[in-house]
């Protein structure tokens, strides 16, 4: 017997009839076609305007922030409610 490996050497048979890529050997424009948006949102959320970061992008954060809170605030009531109709007795 010896010392004979058990688990076979050999590389196991591909799924799959792709091969993957890495990306080292992509070239360069194929990686990314689009505009690199990164310095741009950067330079708004650094911006000093005295806004919180979560209200940097004006109307649609303002709308999402309001249905948010406004979601949060009716949830809660709607618990307290429950909460209050669980722990009276009911009358026979």
Do not use: W
């Amino acid at each position: 017997q010896g010392l004979k490996p058990i688990v076979s050497t050999e590389s196991p048979a591909l799924i799959f009839g792709t091969t993957t890529k890495l990306a080292s050997d992509l070239p360069a424009t194929d990686s990314f076609l689009g505009k690199n948006k990164v310095p741009d949102l950067q330079k708004l959320f650094q911006k000093a305007d005295g806004l919180p970061v979560h209200l940097k992008r004006g109307v649609p954060d303002k709308l999402l922030y309001r249905t948010t809170m406004a979601l949060t605030i009716g949830g809660t009531l709607y618990c307290l409610v429950a909460l209050y109709m669980a722990s009276q007795p009911r009358n026979q």
